[in-house]
Structures are given as C-alpha cells and as structure tokens.
C-alpha cells in the first residue's frame, strides 16, 4: 500500500501560470481532503470530498478549484496563480468524514 | 477561522525527559486527534480520542480526551532523539465537518 501519494513534490510557477496538483490514496477511502500548511501555522483546509461525487469549500477555498476524479483520485487546481499561493500543500484521505485524517507527503510550491 | 490554542509553541527536551502538551478551546468538541510532522513530510495521526475522559496510549505516547470537551493533553514519556518534530492537534465539533487544528508545538532536542 502507497497509502497517499501526491505529484509533482516541488513546483515553481510565475503569477498568472496555471496548474493541477494531483493525490491519489490506495486505501478505498471515501473521504479527501486538501490543505495548504504556511510557516509557523497549522494547516487551513481548502476544499473537501465528503464522498465521490461531492465537493464542498474549506476554510480558504479563493483561487483553487477541486475535482473527485473517481473514488481514489482527488485534484486541486490554481487557475492563475498568485505569490499568496506560495505554501505547502498536503492532501489527505479518511475512511468517512473529518476523523482519522492520512496525509500525503505534500506539494512544495513557490509562486514567483 | 476558529483555531485551537496549542501549547508551548515550543519546547527544549533532554534525551530521556517526559514532555507535555496541550490544547484548549472555549468550544466543545467531539473528537480529539493528535499528529506528529517530520520536516518535509505529511503528519502522521499518532493517536484518536472520540469520548470525554478518555486516556489512549500509543507506546511513550498518551493522550487524555478533557472531561469538559474543551481540552486535550498529549505526554511523550522518556523521550528519545526521534521525539523531534512539531506536533499537531486538530478537533472536531458536532456542527462542523471540517477539523480545527492547533498551530502546532515544536519539539527540539537540547544539545
């Protein structure tokens, strides 16, 4: 079992580029989820999957789109990016629901 | 947003030492769960508290579930150079899908 996988691991883009970060999880999981980590603070959630077929916003959701590609596939889009975007961005799956959360190992981006 | 309030934000161990942790709210929560983040990686659940008193214990670790619902405290007993990292709890409230997560404590071993 990979668990939750994420590519690419490192991106850079200029303002105004576009681009999609993918995760997939291995573990049959009906739930995902999708975070952005900045220095010295905890994670912010940006978009959910309560379950295939449904998408909801997070607490910061400005500037990001989501799609559930199917039950193991969950991707996070930046339309146009922007130096705010700059972060680390985890995804995350669990069986149902915000409870025993697993993480992937993340997207490091830099918007220059 | 809402945040947990974590604490310390970060604290100097010796090998061997125990530690404690914890995070309160001014709000009632259901589930407790603490997690455990190496530089460069994905956290990794450590441990899962779902009923008020509860006390769950995962190796050196233990966690305490607030019998107010308010708090969660997390002891790393003799504690060991790959105790270092930042540790994370995150709590989840009946009205709220999404867990809240504290900013986290930082963990460094003292030369």
Known sequence: NAGVTQTPKFQVLKTGQSM???????????????????????LRLIYY???????????????YNVSRLNKREFSLRLESAAPSQTSVYFCASSVQGPYEQYFGPGTRLTVT | ???????????????????????????????????????????????????????????????????????SFLN????????????????????NYQLIWGAGTKLIIKP
């Open chain 2, 1 to 71: 947003g809402q945040q947990l309030n974590q604490s310390p934000q970060s604290m100097f161990i010796q090998e061997g030492e125990d530690v404690s942790m914890n995070c309160t709210s001014s709000s009632i929560f259901n589930t407790w769960l603490w997690y455990k983040q190496d530089p460069g990686e994905g956290p990794v659940l450590l441990i899962a508290l779902y009923k008020a008193g509860e006390l769950t214990s995962n190796g050196r670790l233990t966690a305490q579930f607030g019998i107010t619902r308010k708090d």
């Open chain 1, 49 to 63: 999957s309560a379950s295939e077929g449904t998408t909801d916003k997070g607490e910061v959701p400005n500037g």
């Open chain 2, 76 to 95: 790393i007993s003799a504690s060991i150079p790959s105790d270092v990292g930042i540790y994370f709890c995150a709590g989840q409230q009946a009205s």
């Open chain 1, 20 to 42: 999609t970060l993918q995760c997939a999880q291995d573990m049959n999981h009906n739930s995902m989820y999708w975070y952005r980590q900045d220095p010295g603070m905890g």
